[in-house]
């Protein structure tokens, strides 16, 4: 049986194996051959990361993992599934797999036969994936100290394939120097005859053109926001092609492709043996760049499993609904209580001082869209802290602290120059044939802070309208709207929105909440060091808060047939004495306040405690509202 450093070194070399064995259920196999391997927790860790490892430290042709979100789909591409290769000085025929490859290869001594009749030819779905948006540091860090993989500084990708070929064919692969195929007078030509025969793209069964790109100049590496780190990567999978979706996280896992011919651009040099107008031919060269760019920014991964992410907390199981999860489940929920009382804690000072706001926010924070009615998206709860004070101290001191809380998180300030000139929804580049990413391009559960302070007197032009119109959608009906030039598409988003303003916001929102700070002159540098002692005496768990909020959110909710028959009763006498007094609006937000209730303190089903609660502190949010709003009036 091979050893770990076999099928994590040298998968490709197992692949072939069972292809050489097997019948035609050899590509079944070894998806079985790897699930069984990778199946234990600690077996998954030894996988080097994309996301933690430098790329320049993996072997070339490794088994790798990469957590991810899809940023586009192509178009399917055609590959060598099966090819032939012949031995010069024999005439042995072979066939080899080209699955989970980019390249098909052969050494020098044989070629590649492009007319043989056994030649399969197959399809794969390639996927533009980037590391999903808006992770935060505590994530990334947590996700790298678990990997138990230690990268070692490797030589070039040419050495290192030319050693484990000597090791396997003992002779050089064509991977080999150009000066082993070129000495002697007669041999130049030779060299460039051969190296095409022994090298051919797998994707050249369908056009060569795909190895062109943008001569000079940056590769874009279309992060939805800016000042993401980490790597793109073009994803290749394989019998499910139309499995994955735009936007959803994901775990791959694959073999690493980073040959340097998929570098290899046709334009270059200012020379193009393209035919057609000047237009055409610089779109053809726009999408190649796009389709095509340098492994060594975009490397390639061959998918062989794969698993759609619930959530990317690193102290959850990845699948908390799961039985065997229920123990870890049930002792989060009896720590509930003591959990939610340290966050309030936290949050009351964030919140200078206002425990009544603390407790609207730490509601923000634990919720999410857990299912859509029609065009409602029920559990949204998108809040409006008003009142906030002048100055970036304020915004910087709670979005900093929220990053510390939750696993995804952006800040975007509300100042003219981003609406106007920001990209908010994605947009379709028919030149390059991909999708733009925009900053509304977000996996589910992301917490967005909108801070409004930052807005200065100025005009919005149509970019910045467009933007504050996409904000406001996906506030009120969590969809974003892709443009297709052609047409716009609503894609549905779960993205816990909060505004930060100093009055009522220009945004829609479900809650408003003035902040009522208890000291006039707050010292925001004294709340942040107060908050660092307490996290380092232990008074505030953040670990046990981060596992809380992260479990919240994917927890069931239920509501009895008698809770149920309570809650309408007061729906209904609510509207007797007043119609205005309780709204549909009214109501259903009173009942995503109750499920929030209920589940902050371990409960996940609503009790009539709880809804008396959250009808009183809606009845005490009122009040302040009203308040506010007097004391805001002008003084005749």
């Not at 138990?148 to 290192?160: A, L, N, R, V």
């Not at 060299?191 to 874009?220: H, I, L, N």
């Not at 603390?358 to 809040?383: E, N, P």
């Amino acid at each position: 049986m091979p050893a770990i450093e076999d099928w994590l070194n040298r998968p490709l070399d197992i692949i072939q194996g069972m292809f050489d064995h097997s019948n035609k259920d050899w590509s079944n196999k070894v998806v079985e051959y790897f699930q069984r391997r990778l199946d234990d927790k600690n077996t998954l860790e030894w996988v080097p990361s994309l996301n933690s490892n430098p790329l320049h430290q993996l072997k070339p042709n490794c088994l790798v993992r990469f957590r991810c979100m899809v940023q586009d789909t192509y178009d399917p591409e055609f590959y060598l599934g099966v090819y032939e290769v012949q031995d010069k000085n024999t005439g042995t025929k072979i066939l080899k797999s080209g699955k989970y490859q980019d390249v098909a290869e052969c050494v020098t001594h044989q070629r590649i036969n492009m007319e043989s009749p056994n030649n399969v030819t197959l399809d794969r779905q390639t996927l533009y994936c980037v590391p999903v948006p808006a992770e935060n540091e505590w994530v990334k860090q947590a996700y790298a100290e678990n990997c138990q993989h230690q990268p070692t500084p490797s030589t070039s990708t040419q050495q290192s394939r030319v050693k484990r070929a000597l090791e396997e064919d003992e002779v050089p692969p064509l991977a080999s120097s150009e000066s082993t195929m070129s000495e002697g007078g007669d041999a130049m030509e030779t060299s460039k005859v051969s190296e095409a025969e022994k090298r051919t793209r797998t994707e050249g069964a369908s056009s060569s053109s795909t190895q062109q790109g943008r001569p000079g100049g940056g590769v874009d590496l279309n992060f939805p926001l800016a000042g993401e780190r980490g790597p793109a990567c073009l994803v290749k999978v394989y019998d499910t092609l139309d499995a994955f979706k735009v936007n959803e996280m994901v775990e791959f896992v694959g073999v690493l492709s980073v040959d340097p011919v998929l570098a290899t651009f046709t334009h270059q040099n200012g020379s193009s043996s393209a035919v057609g107008e000047p237009d055409e031919v610089m779109d053809g060269i726009e999408e190649e760049s796009a389709h095509s760019p340098p492994p060594s920014l975009v490397p390639r991964l061959h998918v062989i499993l794969s698993q759609r992410l619930q959530h990317v907390n690193p102290l959850l199981p990845k699948n908390v609904t799961a039985p065997e999860t229920k123990p870890f489940v049930d002792s989060v929920l009896q720590e509930a209580g003591v959990i939610r009382d340290q966050l309030r804690l936290l949050l009351q000072q964030l919140c200078l001082g206002d425990a009544f706001a603390a407790d609207y926010l730490l509601l923000h924070l634990i919720s999410c869209v857990y299912a859509r009615r029609d065009v409602v998206a029920l559990g949204k709860f998108g809040l409006n802290l008003s009142g906030c004070p002048a100055g970036p101290e304020f915004i910087s001191l709670l979005s900093n602290q929220i990053k510390e809380l939750v696993c995804k998180s952006h800040v975007f300030p509300l100042s003219l120059q981003n609406m106007n000139s920001s990209l908010i929804s994605p947009k379709k580049d028919y030149s390059a044939n991909r999708l733009k990413s925009g900053a509304l391009q977000l996996t589910e559960r992301t917490h967005l802070i909108l801070d409004e302070t930052a807005m200065e007197p100025g005009q919005l032009d149509a970019t910045g309208v467009q933007n504050l119109t996409a904000l406001g959608n996906l506030i009120a009906w969590q969809k974003v709207e892709y443009d297709f030039n052609f047409h716009k598409t609503d894609f549905p988003a779960n993205v816990t929105v909060l505004v930060l303003s100093e009055g009522k916001s220009l945004l829609p929102s479900d809650c408003q909440v003035p902040i009522q700070p208890k000291t006039d002159a707050p010292n925001m540098a004294a709340i942040q060091n107060t908050i660092q002692q307490q996290i380092t005496s232990g008074a505030i768990d953040i670990k046990k808060i981060r596992t809380f909020i992260g479990l919240i959110q994917l927890l069931e909710y239920t509501l009895s047939d008698d809770i149920q028959k309570i809650v309408e009763d007061d729906f209904v006498e609510a509207r007797k004495t007043d119609l205005n007094s309780m709204t549909q609006e009214d109501f259903h937000s009173l009942l995503v306040i109750a499920r929030l209730l209920s589940l902050s303190t371990g409960q996940t089903s609503l009790t009539r405690e709880v809804w008396e609660r959250a009808k009183r502190m809606e009845s005490a949010r009122k009040v302040r509202l009203r308040t506010v709003a007097a004391a805001a009036m002008p003084r005749s």
